[in-house]
């Protein structure tokens, strides 16, 4: 089983993805951009093979203005020594990579333009994977459309505009459920005609479901069956709904307790479960450690690293109830460790316990600081306890002053990120 995050990195340097507007869309300025989001995904990649993620979401950001005749470059000749160094590596490391296309990617569209685009995305995201070098186990992930007042029509166009595809990217697409007009069953009934595999979203299903209120484990048994096995394992996608946000929105983080119940329902290893949240990796790498046998404590000490002294500015209790359980090097359970960081990063902390933690991380280079460098930052906190500024002033100074004295466990804690 793999579990993998989608498109973004938390709480690491030079893994951003960057673009541009179109009119200043040069042929210079976009081969910059390309150039420095080839770079980060290689930093991603590099990221993934040192937690030992084997799943993860390309960001179809990775090429600005792809699909677009805007974009002239040949950056599949230009920068394959780059691409295909990266597609070495995710082989090697035996990962999975995938793209999903936006929301504007509608194949089965009444608008003739717009279901052409549709076809120019896919082979831009195919174009990608093909790149990399990997099989047809990597694959490019659509949602079925829209109805357009006659969902019959409407997949009868699906399967009449998928028909226009290339054969690569046939061989790569995957069609999953929805959370408005195409539920699991609907989907199934499409992948089966036009053997297409699908993935089961959970989430989506959970808003959008079909008549035989079945369970989440009958259906994801159903997909499996549209997988052959130069698909690759099954793969489906797992996210929870935010508390007090509009149905399908995606929580901050994944519990740990909930999905835990959810990989049991499973019962199975031959399935690869992306992970829909925000919190990206951080969550990715919760799950893997949670689900892994004798999990070794310096895993979590590695975490903790990480996370200290962002729990520690919001609630003194629980970084010391974390510390305890970290004492015993041998009766230590990973899930009693998150339930923990949830709890923290669920609490709200007060002005003495930020002030408390920016001391902490203050005394890293207190020794090292000039006295102006010394002034400004005890001013800074003065103002905030004071109520003259808000606590993010205090600590983004203190993020200068970390690159500055290159404080590499600073550098890699999340004080900054979350």
Not at 169 to 176: D, F, G, N, P, S
Not at 250 to 273: T, V
């Amino acid at each position: 089983m793999r579990i993998g995050y989608a498109c973004k990195l938390i709480g690491a340097a030079n893994a951003d993805m960057k673009s541009c507007t179109l009119k200043n869309a040069s042929s210079e300025k976009l081969t910059e951009l390309i150039r420095h989001n080839i770079n980060s995904l290689n930093t991603m990649i590099d990221y993934n093979i040192e937690n030992n993620i084997k799943l993860f979401r390309i960001s179809s950001d990775l090429i600005p203005f792809g699909s677009s005749e805007v974009n002239k470059i040949k950056w599949w000749e230009t920068f394959s020594e780059e691409i295909r160094c990266i597609g070495n590596k995710i082989k090697k490391s035996s990962m999975r990579v995938s793209l999903h296309p936006g929301q504007y990617t509608v194949l089965n569209s009444n608008n003739k333009d717009v279901a052409i685009k549709a076809v120019e995305e896919l082979v831009y995201h195919t174009r990608i994977l093909d790149s990399l070098g990997v099989n047809s186990q990597h694959k490019v992930v659509l949602h079925i459309g829209g109805a357009y007042d006659n969902k019959r029509l409407s997949v009868e166009r699906f399967a009449e505009n998928y028909k226009l595809l290339p054969d690569n990217v046939k061989k790569r697409l995957v069609i999953e459920n929805d959370d408005k007009i195409y539920n699991i069953e609907e989907v199934l009934d499409i992948g089966l005609k036009l053997s297409i595999p699908v993935i089961f979203d959970n989430l989506h299903h959970q808003i959008n479901y079909p008549k035989q209120k079945m369970s989440h484990a009958y259906w994801i048994e159903q997909c499996k069956a549209t997988w052959k096995n130069e698909d690759g394992n099954q793969k489906i996608h797992y996210s929870q709904q935010a508390e007090q946000k509009k149905k399908g929105s995606h929580s901050d983080f994944i519990s740990i307790n909930q999905f835990m119940r959810f990989y049991e329902l499973l019962g199975r290893n031959d399935i690869d479960i992306m992970l829909e949240v925000k919190d990206k990796n951080l969550s990715c790498v919760k799950c893997i450690n949670c689900t892994t046998k004798k999990l070794n404590i310096n895993v979590l000490e590695k975490e903790w690293s990480k996370y200290k002294y962002t729990i520690l500015e919001r609630s003194n209790a629980i970084y010391q109830e974390i510390i305890e359980l970290l004492k015993d090097k041998q009766n230590f359970s990973a899930i009693a460790f998150y339930n923990l960081l949830e709890r923290g990063l669920k609490s709200e902390g007060d002005s003495g316990s930020f002030v408390n933690a920016a001391l902490h991380i203050w005394s890293y280079f207190e020794n090292y600081a000039t006295e102006k460098e010394k002034i400004n930052f005890f001013k800074y906190l003065e103002n905030y306890q004071n109520q003259k500024t808000g606590i993010n002033t205090v600590k983004n100074y203190l993020k200068k002053l970390t690159e500055k004295y290159v404080q590499n466990y600073l550098m890699n804690s999340l004080y900054f990120s979350i």
